[in-house]
């Protein structure tokens, strides 16, 4: 529960943004394999990987060795919920960076 609550609170901000910043189509007609294509992996990519999975383990170790298991839940939880106050500074901060690089965006899906 307390990892639902961690992505719904979280994680999807953190796709939204990690999204304003990745411009590679997805090809999903080509019938290659998944490390046939080389752009498919980049260091941007990998940036945004590392909060996607390192920042709620770092959220429950931290609550956990301090203050026990239940505690590292609770931190979870709580975080998504304060996520979830704060949708709308979120999503307006996140618009804000979809509307600048909008142009940018295009441009990577023409060369395609």
């Known amino acids: 529960m307390s990892g639902a609550l961690?992505?719904?609170?979280?994680?999807?901000?953190?796709?939204?943004?990690s999204g304003a910043y990745y411009h590679l189509p997805i090809k999903l007609n080509v019938k290659a394999?998944?490390?046939?294509?080389?752009?498919?992996?980049?260091?941007t990519q990998l940036l945004f990987t590392i909060p996607k999975?390192?920042?709620?383990?770092?959220?429950?170790?931290?609550?956990?060795?301090f203050m026990g298991e239940s505690a590292g839940f609770l931190a979870?939880?709580?975080?998504?919920?304060?996520?979830?106050?704060?949708?709308?500074?979120?999503?307006?901060?996140?618009?804000?960076?979809?509307?600048q690089r909008k142009y940018k965006t295009i441009e990577a899906f023409l060369k395609n």
């Open 53 to 65: 999975l390192g920042l709620p383990v770092l959220i429950f170790f931290m609550a956990d060795f």
């Open 6 to 17: 961690y992505n719904m609170g979280i994680g999807c901000y953190i796709n939204l943004y």
């Open 33 to 43: 394999g998944v490390f046939a294509n080389s752009k498919a992996f980049s260091l």
């Open 76 to 99: 979870l939880s709580a975080s998504g919920i304060l996520g979830m106050v704060t949708k709308k500074y979120v999503l307006n901060h996140i618009a804000k960076i979809y509307s």
